[in-house]
Structures are given as C-alpha cells and as structure tokens.
C-alpha cells in the first residue's frame, strides 16, 4: 500500500467537506419543504421544524386540495398535458432538424447551421412572440403553450452531434438495402441515440415543467392554467396577506403550509422520473462533449 501524503490526506479530508456541505445545501430545502408540509401549522409557524415534521398532519394537503374548487389537481392535470405533449412535439421536431445537419452531403450545410445558430444570440424576444401569437388568434388557447419555445437550438445542435457518431457504413448498408432515409432515421438513427434523446428529452420536459411566464401572459381561462401559476398565484396571496395590517398570522402560516405541500407535488414527477433516466442522462451528455 502506497503511504500517502499529509498533504494529500488533507486536501481529500477538504474535498470530502466541501462535497458534503454541496449536498446537504443543495438537498435540505427540498428535505425542509417536504416537512413542513406534512407538519401541523403552529409547529411551522413556531419555527419548530427543522430535520423532521412536528405534530404530523395531512391539513395542508386537505386545503391545497379543495382550493379554489380544485384549481390545484385541474392545473396539475394541465401541466402533465403539457409537458407531455410539448416534449413530443419538440422532440420530433428536434430530431427532424438534426438529422440532415448531421449528413456531411447535404448542400448549404454550413448556411444552414449558422442560420439556426444565429438564433442563439439573437432571439425573437418576448413582444415579438405575444404579437405573432395574438396574429394568429391563439391567445388563450392551449395551442400557443405547445408552439411557445417547441424547438431549442442547442437541442438540435446536441442532437446533430449524437448523429454524427453514428458510423456512415451502417447508412450506406441500409441505402444498398433499398431504404429510404424515413426508414433509416427510423430504424436506425433512433434506436442508435436513445441516450441522447432521452437526455433532451429530460431538458424539455423540465423546460416545460416550470415553465409559468407564458402560461400566465396568454391563458386567461382558469381551466386552461398550469399548476406553476396557481403556486405564483398562491405565493402572491400569501405575500398579500402579510402586507395586510390586522390580518391574523395563522391564516398567512396555513396558506405557506399549503404552498410547501403543492410544491411537494409539483417536483415529484422530476424525482420519480430522474433515477430511471439517469444512465442514458450521463452517456448522452459525456457523448456530446466528446463530440463537440
């Protein structure tokens, strides 16, 4: 066995430090919000909590049910949709724009991808998107949150790159086979950079997972709203209540309790979701550095 340095000990002893501190700052506010929730509200307005719930309960989750006749689970329902079906969308356009960016044969290639890139440093912005949206008569219309930022360009870019990868015998086989280049993005390409698509797929659906300023820009109708604009909408009341002279400290501390229990249901899909597609998250990634 090699002895080590004291040296060496001690900048391994700091690291070990460091990287527990990291952790225990980046993991103890979500520990903190999952708590509270499931703590009673004098305990929490008390300033009781700390690493365990105090006088255990339910009531922040029976309030954050029946608030605002269920606008909770029906914004809960809306944001699933999507996030679903938003990540769909930009995954097949994304995967539609990659893969001729990807083909060394393909003419105007370089015009092609500085065009896209150049959307990288200059973006249409926020008022060009609200008029292009209101032209198109999609104000408060669900269509809008689906077409609102469906495509990334550092998506397509990331995409190209897993493409380029792919060895070129294994086209110009399926081209000496009779295949179409449908069937062999289809066959070939897919079933080849699942770790890539699965990682982009992770970027949009958290994209569209937290996303709010749209939602709350376009949407009007309260059926229509994600679950992050009834929690901005929450937070803002709590906030409201405070400002308030006279109000009781209670009600204020029950609607916070509320607020930690929504938020426990609205990251639990990225917790449930994240150990299954960490594998293919990590190759994905490692793949387009080397790449790029």
Request: a positive charge; aromatic letters at 14%.
């Amino acid at each position: 066995m090699i002895k080590r340095k004291p040296s060496e000990v001690l900048f391994d002893t700091c690291n070990v430090i460091l990287m527990v501190l990291v952790i225990i700052v980046s993991i103890y506010p979500l520990w903190y919000v999952t708590i509270a929730s499931f703590s009673s509200t004098s305990a929490v307005s008390s300033g009781k909590v700390l690493l365990v719930p105090v006088d255990f309960s339910l009531d922040a989750f029976k309030q954050m049910w029946s608030y605002d006749d269920y606008a909770i689970w029906r914004s809960y329902g809306n944001t699933i949709v999507y996030s679903v079906g938003g990540t769909v969308l930009s995954m097949v356009l994304t995967i539609i724009g990659a893969y001729p960016l990807s083909k060394k044969y393909l003419k105007g290639k370089k015009f092609l991808t500085w065009l896209i890139l150049i959307t990288m440093w200059f973006g249409p912005g926020m008022m060009p998107n609200y008029i292009n949206i209101r032209n198109l008569h999609l104000l408060d219309s669900r269509i809008a949150i689906f077409l609102i930022g469906c495509i990334s360009t550092f998506n397509v870019v990331l995409m190209r790159t897993f493409f380029e990868s792919i060895p070129d015998s294994l086209e110009e086989s399926a081209k000496l086979d009779g295949a179409s280049h449908f069937r062999i993005l289809l066959n070939i390409f897919i079933p080849l950079s699942v770790p890539a698509i699965m990682t982009i797929s992770l970027y949009y659906f958290v994209g569209r997972w937290n996303s709010f300023f749209w939602a709350m820009l376009i949407l009007k109708d309260k059926a229509k709203i994600p679950l992050q604009v009834v929690l901005k909408k929450l937070v803002v009341e709590m906030n409201a209540d405070n400002s308030q002279a006279g109000m009781i400290d209670y009600i204020t501390t029950s609607r916070e309790t509320m607020i930690y229990a929504t938020m426990v249901i609205a990251v639990m899909p990225m917790i449930i979701l994240y150990p299954f597609i960490q594998k293919y998250f990590v190759k994905g990634i490692m793949v387009g550095a080397i790449k790029g």
